[in-house]
């Protein structure tokens, strides 16, 4: 168990902003980056790499919570570098690890891409907070579904925007994934990014689309190995063994539910990730999955009952028609019988 996070709360701060108010953007963005140089500043020489001002970054909503500890305790195995989280939608992160912050920051909220790409890249505009801190050397942004198993502090040295590629874009050109970059923020891009934003148009519908448009290709691209997502192990089975940062896309391992076939061929994935929860978290996951599994054996129970109920009424219905049937059949019998008595009579 580590220190006490430090947890800054910037004042009256709204819980979005939306990606056309550019100036309250620069804005909010300006505050992050001095109250973060501040905090770095503070840790002295431990928040220096060749004598450079550099840090990891992590941004996430409480629907991350789990993925973001595992994360930041991976990192912390291989890095003693100091490590900002961004923490959104109201998120209050219980992280305790030396030389690790946390800012509570607005969500950046852009309502025309809303139709577009899953619903579940809707939050991923606030990662772009990322370009604010231009006061530091550079820092390495990480998605909080990744996990770090090699040292990866070289990612900190050198300048330029450096990515490794998406395999797994339909794109007609190469593109990169968005879960992790090294970046050495200033000014002028700051600037041109959140004026690019409110025209921005985004492929996924999300920040990876956004960022491809408006960076372009990377100064660097790093090799798949220090962002390797989950989903190529089908063609590369093996390769997330070697690998410096595995990144979680699609199904994430803190949800039990398969999204494809293909999910089952990759659970050994998801032990490696569940490895680095600690105790209460592994309690809260097994409790939840408990509570998940029970409420759908109820909601299936509930339904097989309902159809039992339904087959019965239906037999019932068909018994009394029959019934009444047997009994109109007996009726005419009858009523053919005398019909015949009184023509028998009659003759
Ligand atoms: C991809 C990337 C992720 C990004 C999302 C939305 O899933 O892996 O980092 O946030 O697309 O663009
Ligand atoms: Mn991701």
Known sequence: ???EPLAITAGDMPDTIDASATDDLIAFSQHLDRTATAWLDGLGAGARRDGRRVFYLVVGTEDYALGIAALVRSLRARSTLPILVLAAGGWKPQLREERLAVIHVPEIVKRDLE???APRFRRTLTKLWAFS????????????DCLVRQPIDDLLDGDGFAAAPDLLSNQPGPVFNSGVFALSPDVSTRRALFQFLPGARSFDGGDQGILNTFIGAPAHWLPACDNLLRTYEHAMPGAAGTARIVHYTAKKPWHPDTE???????????DAWTEHLDRDELMALVGEWRRRTAAAEIATNAALA?????IIGQR???????RNGLALGGLVALLQ??????WLLAA
């Open 1 to 3: 168990m580590g220190a």
């Open 115 to 117: 139709a577009w790409g």
């Open 337 to 342: 019988l005398a019909l015949f008595g009184v």
């Open 133 to 144: 801190f231009v006061s530091a050397d550079r820092l390495v942004f990480l998605d909080g």
């Open 316 to 322: 019932n219905q068909v018994r009394r028609l029959c």
């Open 260 to 270: 494809t076939e293909g999910d089952r061929a990759l659970i050994a994935l998801d």
């Open 306 to 310: 309902r159809l039992e109920a339904e």
